[in-house]
């Protein structure tokens, strides 16, 4: 028989504890916790829901069997994906509210390789919103089936009874099992709920993809376990009110991590962009001062950027630093970096700097574009827009080697820049022979001869 116990959860990592603490240990937050009542049942009822018992076996006697892959219709979310969705994977997909992840899947729904049925399962929005989206992004739907619905228990036995190949679950924040006493959308709602839908899919083989909501902070809300418990995890960025999307992987059981996948909003939806390199270097015109072109990686992909800085004279005391796409305190050690071993005062200046796109970039090899729009900006000092520049830069202004340089410069040159300039020891490792000129520096004053 059923009973119910009490337990005191962490509404913002879903630390429990048997008792209410002031400050959660685990993420140190404060009046964090709260009581939920959670009903256990018996051994024997556990065992008859999973099954068969299952018994140890030798890991060379186990059957491998290749996982069969659905196109989805999109190369750019085939890319991040690994080659397509996997037959009865788990994915789970996050962003802000309004970035677009309602109409990418809807749109995955009508594109996929599937013949067969898919559940769309929603619980924030009717069966009316649904198909006046559909019928605005032009998609056909005739596989697939609406359930509006938030219950677990009737969720699973609705899945029971149509037996798709695909289900859709938006979003998963909404969704509640009766087993839990607590509202839907809290951390032990999304985890029990997450949990059920794992089995049922691992156990019938079911594709599954999961929208979940995200925090002010940009991560998926309920605990990190949750991330943990799918196969594949998914974030939809960009900025809202920018044409724009970045689809970034950065959990893939069956592919490369930190993939990403480049979509622009449009009237009819979300269209993929092939050539991104070329989409965010479109808009450059003329050659203005603060403006330089960087080469980052994004997984495996090499993307051409626009990095702009504006340096300006402070009016008050204390200098202002504004970094939109980047590290802010990358910028400020970047920048006491240029006034040591430049000889360029920039305590008296304001600094600015954004990345074009509304793409946010963390890799090292940024560091030498940051120092040369800086230095540019504040000098008034063009930079040639037939130049793109790669490298780290280190404390002592030295430019520190990158990895995969072939394949940016490969990436420059398709896009008919004439000069790159590199770090030296890259230069001297390089085997093959550009119709780009490659310039290889030692430390900033160098790269600033060449650039300026």
């Not at 969705?85 to 009508?110: A, H």
């Not at 820049?417 to 004053?445: D, H, R």
Request: charged content about 25%; aromatic content about 6%.
């Amino acid at each position: 028989m059923a009973k119910a116990t009490s337990i005191f959860v962490c509404n913002q990592c879903g630390y429990e504890s048997p008792k209410w603490l002031g400050k959660c240990p685990a993420c140190n937050e404060w009046n964090s916790f709260y009581e939920e009542k959670i009903l256990k049942t018996s051994n024997n009822s556990l065992s008859s829901k999973t099954g068969e018992k299952t018994k140890p076996i030798k890991l060379k006697d186990v059957e491998v069997e290749n996982g069969n892959r659905f196109k989805t219709g999109f190369e750019e979310l085939d890319r991040v994906l690994g080659g397509g969705l996997v037959e009865g994977s788990l994915v789970l997909l996050g962003g802000d509210p309004g970035i677009g992840k309602s109409t990418l899947i809807l749109q995955l729904c009508d594109k996929i390789e599937i013949n067969e049925k898919i559940l769309y399962i929603s619980g924030e929005e009717s069966g009316t919103q649904i198909k006046l989206r559909a019928d605005r992004l032009g998609v056909n739907g005739d596989n697939i089936i609406f359930l509006g619905e938030t219950s677990m228990e009737l969720i699973e036995e609705a899945i029971e009874n149509t037996t798709p190949k695909l289900v859709i679950i938006d979003s998963i924040q909404t969704m509640f099992s009766e087993q839990i006493s607590s509202a839907p959308g809290s951390v032990s709602q999304v985890r029990e709920c997450t949990a059920k839908i794992m089995q049922m899919c691992k156990k019938k083989n079911i594709t599954t993809v999961i929208i979940g909501h995200v925090t002010k902070e940009g991560a998926i809300a309920g605990p990190r376990v949750l991330e943990h418990m799918v196969d594949t995890v998914l974030y939809l960025e960009g900025e809202r009110f920018l044409s724009y999307r970045i689809l970034r992987g950065v959990k893939n059981r069956f592919g490369a991590t930190n993939e990403i996948g480049v979509f622009e909003m449009r009237e009819k939806g979300l269209e993929q962009v092939e050539n991104p390199s070329s989409a965010l270097i479109s808009d450059r015109i003329g050659e203005p001062s603060g403006s330089v072109i960087i080469v980052a990686l994004e997984g495996t992909r090499p993307i051409l950027i626009e990095l702009q800085a504006l340096v300006t004279q402070t009016i008050y005391g204390m200098p202002r630093r504004t970094a939109n796409g980047i590290d802010f305190n990358r910028l400020n050690l970047l920048m006491a970096v240029i006034e040591k071993n430049a000889g360029i005062l920039l305590s008296n200046s304001d600094a600015y700097i954004n990345i074009v796109g509304g793409i946010r970039l963390n890799e090292p090899a940024i560091d030498l574009g940051i120092v040369l729009s800086v230095i540019s900006s504040f000098k008034n000092i063009p930079i040639s827009k037939e130049v793109v520049v790669i490298g780290e830069v280190g404390l002592t202004g030295e430019i520190r080697n990158v990895n995969m340089i072939e394949s940016r410069i490969k990436e420059a040159q398709k896009m008919g820049f004439k000069k790159c300039i590199i770090p030296y020891n890259n230069k001297q490792k390089l085997n093959e022979k550009y119709s780009i000129e490659v310039v290889g520096v030692k430390n900033i004053n160098e790269a600033i001869k060449e650039a300026l």
